[in-house]
């Protein structure tokens, strides 16, 4: 499952990870999505990525280790 970012001036790799995941140095799962991307530094306004949703487990307190 993925986000849609489209970019504005200016946009950074490391600012957008830090935006969806709260983390700039995720930069790379959102760079490794967008292969049409350029890989400069700063990102062109207008393009349109996909940004990976990152799915953890929940781990439940009262369930024995071989369960969770």
Same mark, same amino acid.
């Given at each position: 499952?993925?986000?849609? &970012?489209? /970019?504005? @001036? #200016? !946009?950074? *790799? !490391?600012?957008?990870? &830090? ?7 995720? #930069? ?7 292969? &049409?991307?350029? /890989? +400069?530094? +700063?990102? @062109?306004?207008?393009? &349109?990525?996909?940004? @990976?949703?990152? %799915?953890?487990?929940?781990? %439940?307190? !009262?369930? @024995?280790? *071989?369960?969770?």
């Amino acid at each position: 499952m993925y986000l849609r &970012h489209i /970019t504005r @001036p #200016f !946009d950074r *790799w !490391d600012l957008i990870a &830090h935006q969806y995941y709260g983390n700039a140095a995720e #930069f790379e799962r959102i760079l490794a999505a967008n292969p &049409h991307a350029p /890989t +400069t530094a +700063t990102l @062109p306004a207008g393009i &349109h990525l996909l940004i @990976p949703i990152i %799915v953890q487990n929940e781990i %439940v307190p !009262d369930l @024995p280790p *071989w369960k969770r």
